[in-house]
């Protein structure tokens, strides 16, 4: 697989710089998927080859037709008849017999051929695609909807599957077929051979506009299928949302809605289409009676033979398709330039966060992690500052509890950590190392943050545990579980750590969820941690022996603790009050408590909820 990453990433890496930046250009996108055609030397040059055996024998198929005609028109006319007439025709019957076979298997190997090279590059595309998605960084993702890289997925990938066979291929095709049939029509008999090519242009002409004015609406289609999906995939995350507020009415009229309106296109597609069919339908036929009544005069004349007349319309019915693909070939080529240039578009997507030049390794000596005057402001949002001027220090065993109101900007603290989004200003260092300077593999490694949203993926628990480290012994994995206190539960499943969550798999409730978050953070060994709000959906109980455990794992290591609960909070080095992005208040539990300011308020609000004074004071806004 990796080495089809590396063909594929070198297939598309190998373009130019002045390519990338005039990306999007039709000539250039095609050029581009081109080469990555080429890299499939052999395939493409057998879908070639047969392609040229294909039209050579399609193309003797009218003159064997017309000689057995002119021999048959002989034998009648040496009053030859019976056995001996028989014996006549058989030699072209079998001939032609033979050709069409012939014809047939190269058809075949030219179908076979040009479509594993569509394969291949299609192959090769989605894992180059599915690569640079788990490498782009999370301001992307906060940007594109999911739904639409599942599209881009799916019908983009095969407008560009699709090239080879429907574009390329069918330029040779068509260029031979027409261009040795309307030669060999012409040289025959230049009248009736311009008469028979007579509805060529027309076909061409009007096959070209229609798909290209279909493949307008097709885009257009394409927009609004991703809005159904879109509205599908929202429905089904949400299903549960749905059903506790009764909405299914809501959801069924957006989903109709959205429905019609890919109906609406699709309904535009065939007012484009049928008329097409039948104006280009009636051309080849009209052309085809001239070619007769003409054809009939010069027969008359003696100018032909029946047989040539016979090879002029078997010409044309051999034609008529090829012509009428025209359209689909210009039809081909501007897909491909479409879907090719959306998905250069995200394989050339700059990654925002990615390893400076010269990014060293981070090797831990003393472990101090510092904040130094750290201001953020998420991309997109440059004008609204979510975190300003924080500052503080932090060193191994020491732990840091983070405590203030929803959205004032702890989360965003913690993902600057591990640079899933780089500082505005200011610069997080750990052992006075820049962590820009330091490569995303390794700081990755060191610090592990317990995130908010337990998600689970559809596989075992053991796994789900394990999916930092997927080698673990089963005595780590059992023991991160005991410490998350999950040890038991999971004991009391049928199939123990073998059990299969995740969406298609058993349901935990969201207490169990997040104790698998906290097991799989505390396989990891990082030397820095973040618990973010894991431990919110636990109760009580269940969370002073968490408690435990987490202060048993801070020893060797930095640990942050976001929670809104502040009794897993009260053994911390330090607390930070966050407000509005800015810290506040900090100091110890005892010396907050003294100081009586929002920490204070806070602590009295959980300790007496209903007390009015306590609200009045208290630290949530
Ligand atoms: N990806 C994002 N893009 C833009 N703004 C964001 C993004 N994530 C969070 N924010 C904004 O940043 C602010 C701080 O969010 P953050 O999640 O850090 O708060 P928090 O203090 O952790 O909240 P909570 O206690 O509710 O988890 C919020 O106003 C939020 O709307």
């Known amino acids: 697989m990796s080495n089809a990453i590396g063909t594929a990433t070198n297939a598309l890496n190998s373009s130019t710089h002045a390519e990338a930046t005039r990306r999007g250009r039709g000539l250039n996108t095609l050029l581009r998927i081109t080469r990555m055609n080429l890299r499939h030397p052999r395939q493409v040059a057998f879908a070639f080859c047969s392609t040229i055996g294909a039209v050579i024998l399609q193309l003797l198929i009218p003159q064997l037709l017309g000689r057995a005609v002119d021999q048959t028109q002989l034998a009648i006319g040496d009053g030859v008849t019976g056995t001996t007439a028989e014996q006549a025709l058989w030699t072209p019957a079998l001939l032609l017999l033979g050709v069409s076979a012939l014809r047939g298997l190269f058809t075949m190997a030219q179908n076979y051929f040009a479509e594993a090279v569509g394969h291949h590059v299609a192959y090769e595309l989605r894992l180059a695609c599915y690569d640079k998605i788990q490498r782009l960084s999370f301001s992307y993702h906060d940007r594109v909807h999911s739904g639409d890289l599942i599209m881009l997925g799916i019908l983009d990938l095969d407008g560009v599957r699709t090239y080879f066979s429907n574009a390329l291929v069918r330029v040779l095709l068509l260029s031979m077929l027409i261009g040795i049939g309307a030669y060999t029509m012409i040289s025959t008999d230049p009248v009736l051979g311009l008469v028979a090519l007579s509805f060529v242009p027309f076909v061409a002409w009007r096959s070209s506009v229609t798909q290209l004015r279909l493949r307008a609406t097709w885009l257009d289609l394409q927009e609004r299928l991703s809005v159904l999906s879109r509205v599908m995939e929202e429905n089904l995350a949400g299903i549960r949302v749905v059903r506790a507020f009764s909405a299914q009415a809501y959801e069924m009229l957006k989903f109709d809605r959205a429905s019609k309106n890919a109906l609406d296109r699709a309904h535009d597609q065939v007012d484009v289409s049928v008329p097409n069919t039948s104006a280009t339908t009636l051309s080849f036929f009209f052309a085809m009676g001239l070619v007769l009544w003409i054809g009939c005069n010069k027969l008359i004349a003696g100018d032909i033979t029946v047989g040539t007349l016979a090879t002029f319309l078997t010409f044309m019915t051999i034609l008529q398709m090829p012509v009428r693909q025209i359209g689909l070939m210009v039809n081909a080529f501007a897909r491909a330039s479409t879907c090719g240039s959306r998905l250069f578009a995200l394989l050339d997507q700059d990654i925002a966060i990615r390893d400076a030049p010269g990014a060293r390794p981070l090797e831990i000596s003393e472990g101090i992690l510092r904040f130094d005057n750290v201001s953020f402001a998420y991309p997109g949002t440059e004008n609204r500052a979510i975190l300003k001027n924080i500052s503080f220090e932090a060193r191994r065993g020491e732990t840091i509890a983070i405590v203030g109101p929803p959205g004032s900007g702890k989360s965003t603290m913690a993902h600057l950590i591990p640079r899933f989004y780089d500082v505005s200003g200011g610069a997080i260092t750990i052992d006075g190392h820049d962590i820009r300077g330091i490569t995303l593999a390794t700081l990755r490694k060191m610090v592990a943050v317990a995130q908010q949203d337990a998600f689970l993926f559809t596989t075992t628990i053991e796994n789900n545990i394990a999916y930092g480290d997927p080698w673990a012994r089963e005595q780590r994995i059992e023991r991160a579980s ?78 942050i603790i976001i929670a809104h609960r502040l009794s897993l909070l009260t053994h911390a080095d330090q607390i930070l009050f966050v407000d509005n992005g800015e810290i506040v208040e900090r100091g110890t539990h005892q010396e907050l408590l003294a100081k009586r300011g929002r920490y204070k308020g806070l602590h009295d609000l959980q300790l007496r909820p209903g007390d009015d004074n306590a609200i009045a004071n208290g630290g949530v806004t």
């Not at 969201?510 to 505390?522: E, K, P």
């Not at 269940?542 to 455990?549: G, K, M």
Request: proline share 3%; charged share 25%.
């Open 482 to 559: 005991e410490s998350a206190q999950l040890h038991n539960y999971i004991l009391s499943l049928p199939s123990g750590y073998e059990t299969v969550v995740g969406e298609r798999g058993a349901s935990l409730s969201g207490g169990q969820r997040q104790r698998l978050t906290i097991a799989r953070t505390m396989m990891l060994r990082p030397s820095i941690v973040v618990f973010d709000d894991s431990t919110a959906a636990i109760d009580g109980a269940t969370e002073q022996r968490i408690r435990a455990a987490i202060r048993r794992f801070a020893k060797d290591r930095v640990t």
